[in-house]
């Protein structure tokens, strides 16, 4: 069984910067691709960004490319998701994904429990 949780998440005024980080438990994921989605109230959950096992591969929504950075550390367990110049259209709850790969919700058996982040005009 795998435990996916999120943390990081927040009020941050627009323009701000915000980490978001998603340690995994229960079973080592190093050899798993893993991923953020995010859900805003009232919207179908969409794919936000994916890293392959290793790092070495990433994948992000095309309207939020240069904006945010996907990475992990194997060693701890964990994927981040850092967020520059952020905008009131971020707001939404991130989850963390894991166990899959590519962009659809369904890829992905594990999933966490989600993380509020808030961005202020």
């Not at 959950?45 to 550390?73: C, H, M, P, Q």
């Not at 994927?79 to 709850?93: C, S």
């Amino acid at each position: 069984q795998v435990q996916l949780v999120e943390s990081g998440g927040g009020l941050v005024q627009a323009g701000g910067s915000l980490r978001l980080s998603c340690a995994a438990s229960g079973r080592s994921l190093s050899s798993s691709a893993m991923a953020w989605f995010r859900q805003a109230p009232g919207k179908e959950r969409e794919f936000v960004a994916a890293v392959n096992w290793s790092g070495t591969n990433t994948r992000y929504a095309d309207s939020l490319k240069g904006r945010f950075s996907i990475s992990r550390d194997n060693a701890k367990n964990t994927v981040y998701l850092q967020m520059h110049n952020v905008k009131p259209e971020d707001t939404a709850v991130y989850y963390c994904a894991a166990g899959g790969w590519g962009s659809l919700t369904d890829n992905y058996p594990y999933w966490g429990q989600g993380t509020q982040v808030t961005v202020s005009s």
